[in-house]
DNA sequence: ATGGTTGGGGTCCAA
């Protein structure tokens, strides 16, 4: 089974790249972010004629959005956390009885300050919160995926240069810590970092503020992949497709895929 | 230190 994790920012205007990757990666199931968009104008019918026929929307508009989207047979059914007003989570469970968790964290603003910035203070809450459900909802013996943009990048090697992004939101210590509390909440482990060793540069965003993106190389990884123990050794694949960040049109972000082998 | 680009909804905010 393949799961794919990618901010699309903006699902309506990503349809033909959307096909494309699709095609490319045939993943079983597809968790999305910033899908911007109401529920009730998400693009059903093109998933629909691609064979993604369970779909779990939860919408808003302008910004936001989260979606999850399976292939016949691959979903048994669908939860939310209420976490606030804002879309930005759903889970389902797996027809192999592992639960899927899909995060859109908040991004934070510019000013790591929880004092001066609302919104800073709202992204450090949010792990506050989620770290919390986990751990009184869950153990570390569920077969669980945490998937979606998490807004941080954790390791040194997560981030162009470690140096100049401390005191940058989404490298910071405060913001590490969060996720890193988060991480050990159920004693999730790094299903990418399986793959591609900490020692190596691995980015899953470039901003779309640089004249080239791949010359200048100025990315992060703030998308990723967490499962539980008991999945570990079962995930066999686990791949960034950086080489979507240059298809035509694209999103700042790039999909995200695991595989895990037939039996859990 | 600053500005660079994109998207949504409506002439500005968020990323």
């Given at each position: ?158 981030v162009w240069s470690h140096k100049q992004l401390l005191k940058v939101v989404s490298h910071t210590p405060v913001e590490i810590e969060k996720i890193n509390s988060l991480y050990k909440s159920i004693d999730f482990l790094d299903a990418i970092r399986k793959f591609i060793p900490p020692e190596q540069k691995l980015y899953s965003w470039w901003s779309y503020r640089n004249r080239d993106w791949r010359k200048s190389d100025r990315g992060r990884r ?43």
């Amino acid at each position: 089974m393949k799961i794919t994790t990618w901010n699309i920012n903006s699902i309506r205007k990503r349809l033909d790249i959307v096909h494309r990757v699709l095609n490319e990666i045939q993943p079983d199931v597809l968790c999305l972010q910033e899908i911007k968009v109401i529920t009730e104008l998400f693009p059903y019918e093109f998933f629909n004629k691609l064979g993604y026929v369970t779909q779990y929307i939860k919408g808003q508009s302008g910004y936001n959005g989260v979606a999850i989207l399976g292939k016949f047979g691959t979903i048994k059914d669908v939860q939310e956390m209420q976490l606030s007003s804002e879309s930005r989570h759903l889970s389902v469970l797996l027809s192999n009885g592992i639960e899927l968790h899909n995060f859109y964290i908040p991004a934070g603003g510019d000013v790591p300050d929880s004092v001066v910035n609302e919104k800073f203070k709202y992204k450090l809450q949010f792990f506050d919160d989620i770290t919390a459900w986990f751990l009184n909802n869950r153990t570390a013996k569920d077969k669980i995926i945490l998937v979606g943009d998490l807004n941080v990048a954790p390791l040194e090697n997560d981030v162009w240069s470690h140096k100049q992004l401390l005191k940058v939101v989404s490298h910071t210590p405060v913001e590490i810590e969060k996720i890193n509390s988060l991480y050990k909440s159920i004693d999730f482990l790094d299903a990418i970092r399986k793959f591609i060793p900490p020692e190596q540069k691995l980015y899953s965003w470039w901003s779309y503020r640089n004249r080239d993106w791949r010359k200048s190389d100025r990315g992060r990884r703030l998308d990723h992949i967490w499962v539980t123990q008991p999945l570990f050794p079962y995930v066999i694949e686990g791949h960034i497709a950086r080489e979507v960040r240059g298809y035509l049109n694209p999103s700042d972000h790039c999909p995200v895929t695991i595989q895990l082998s037939k039996r859990q």
